[in-house]
Structures are given as C-alpha cells and as structure tokens.
C-alpha cells in the first residue's frame, strides 16, 4: 500500500524568507503523480503543484518548486518569497495512474503547518 | 466557471441518526471522491466515483454509502451515526480522476452529539 509521510508537522518562517517542507512516500509502482495542496483556514483544499514521476525535470509554479528525487522517494516543496497568505496547512499527497484496481484516489500525508512571521 | 459546491456547510446530528451530504462537481467533470478529514487519523479515502460507477472504496464500514447521479452530481450518506463520525467531509471533483488536477469543495463539517 502506498503511504505518505511528511516529518514536520509544523514550519515557520519569516515572510520574504525560503522555507522547504518534507515529504517521502512509499509505492511500488513506477508511474505515480504527487502533489502539494494547501488548505488555509477556510479549509478550502488548493492545489499548489503537481509532479508526474517519469518527468526528471522539477515542477515549478512562480515562488513554488519542488525537489522530486524517484530513487530517494522525496518530494520536497520550497517556497520562496514567503508571504503572509501562504500561511496554511500543506498536505503532500500521492496518486497512481487512473488505471484499474485500487487507484482513483488521493493518499495524503498528515500535513506540515506553516506560519508565516511578519 | 463554478467550482465543487458541497452542501451543508454544517451540520450536527444525533448520535444513532442518519445524514446525507450532496457535492456538485465542476461542469465536465466525470469524477467524484470523498475524504474524511479528523485531527487524529487525517485525511482519509472514502470512495471514488466516475459516470455513476464507484471505482474505489476505502476502508470504511459499511454504514458509509455513496452515489453518483446522472449528472455527476454525488451524494455520500452515513447510517446509524457514531460520535467518532464527526468530521470535515470534503469533496473532489476532476476530469478524469484524482491523478489529474482535483478541485475541492469546502467541505461540510459534520457534528454528531
């Protein structure tokens, strides 16, 4: 079964400053996608970022990037030029291709709160 | 374009009870999943459906049902409510399945007492 981890439950960070939160998981497939999604205190889920496995290129998306190492199984997403709206929960989380059996669903990791200092 | 509306945003309902919640994907979207969402266990997979067939299922007990309708509107509903059953219920809808971008609703908070 796959699982997802993320070892930090909570972050800080100064605004304007870089912060990198952590996320491994564990499949045993070769195709995967993983995501970052945020949820602010609206508990409004939003999707950050997504990676497909077989890219080798990094995905990024403005003051969002990750850093995807397959071997390793990490998946981390730095954000630069932090601002007060980034405050938020942020959830890694990890989907199989839409293909048979168990997949057609999210697992995601317990989540790393981070708090954005003025 | 409208996003994923999940409705109620809240309710409390009595332990023993039963509740339905509805969730209104984006237009064109085919696929519908469910995640519980508790402070202590996280989010959690409850089911996945795509033009009216469930194509996954959680480890949930059977108490926990769900439907897609024609129109890809989904209902999920939870029969003899338990107090350990309070929780943000969230709703995500994409084109094709969770693999792909999935939007979510806000959620319904349920309070069972």
């Known amino acids: 079964a796959q699982t997802v981890t993320q070892s930090q439950p909570e972050m800080s960070v100064q605004e304007a400053e870089t912060v990198t939160l952590s996320c491994t998981y564990d499949?045993?497939?070769?195709?995967?996608?993983l995501f970052w999604y945020k949820q602010p205190p609206s508990r409004q889920m939003i999707l950050v970022i997504r990676?497909?496995?077989?890219?080798?290129q990094n995905a990024t998306e403005n003051r969002f990037s990750v850093n995807f190492q397959k071997a390793a199984k990490s998946f981390s997403l730095k954000i630069s030029d932090s601002q007060l709206g980034d405050a938020a929960m942020y959830f890694c989380?990890?989907?199989?291709?839409?293909?048979?059996?168990?997949?057609?669903?999210?697992?995601f990791g317990k989540g790393t709160l981070l708090t954005v200092n003025p | 374009k409208a996003g994923v509306t999940q409705t109620p945003r809240y309710l409390i309902k009595t332990r023993g009870q039963q509740v339905t919640l509805s969730c209104s994907p984006i237009?064109?979207?085919?696929?519908v999943s469910w995640y519980q969402q508790t402070p202590g266990q996280g989010l959690q997979f409850l089911f996945e459906?795509?033009?009216?067939?469930?194509?996954n299922k959680g480890n949930f007990p059977g108490r926990f049902s769900g439907r897609q309708f024609s129109n890809s509107r989904s209902e999920m509903n939870v029969s003899t409510l338990e107090l350990g059953d309070s929780a943000l219920y969230l709703c995500?809808?994409?084109?094709?399945?969770?693999?792909?971008?999935?939007?979510f609703g806000q959620g319904t908070r349920l309070t069972v007492v």
């Open positions: 995500a809808s994409s084109f094709m399945g969770p693999n792909t971008e999935a939007f």
């Open positions: 499949t045993s497939e070769s195709d995967y996608y």
């Open positions: 990676q497909e496995a077989y890219k080798q």
């Open positions: 989380a990890y989907a199989a291709p839409n293909s048979g059996g168990s997949n057609y669903k999210l697992t």
């Open positions: 237009s064109g979207h085919r696929s």
């Open positions: 459906y795509f033009s009216e067939t469930q194509r």
